[in-house]
Nanobody, 117 residues
């Protein structure tokens, strides 16, 4: 059974940085399509950053220039580097991995990111 384990969240001051990781376990397969989502209280879940099998990346407008998604060569670990964090970035961050682009994929359990002074 595939599980995604996230780490790297925490409390950071505005302007600070964090690096999130998400690793797939319980499988030998790779996941070409990976994404990071976030959900703040009272708001809908939104895609923050995604990367395709070909390496194409996309970002939400609100994080462009501040966040960067990357992955390992085995395509079983994804990273989200977050710089210049703002209070509006506060949310639970979840990763989603897909073996097939249009599938539902597998979700991680989420990691809390809190940006506050």
């Amino acid at each position: 059974q595939v599980q995604l384990v996230e780490s790297g969240g925490g409390l950071v001051q505005p302007g600070g940085s964090l690096r999130l990781s998400c690793t797939a376990s319980g499988t030998i397969f790779s996941f070409p399509t990976m994404g990071w989502y976030r959900q703040a209280p009272g708001k809908q879940r939104e895609l923050v950053a995604g990367i395709t099998g070909g390496g194409t990346t996309k970002y939400a407008d609100s994080v462009k220039g501040r966040f960067a998604i990357s992955r390992d060569r085995a395509q079983r670990t994804a990273y989200l580097r977050m710089n210049n964090l703002e209070p509006d970035d506060t949310a639970v961050y979840l990763c989603n991995f897909k073996r097939v682009p249009d599938s539902v994929g597998t979700w991680g359990q989420g990691t809390q990111v809190t940006v506050s002074s």
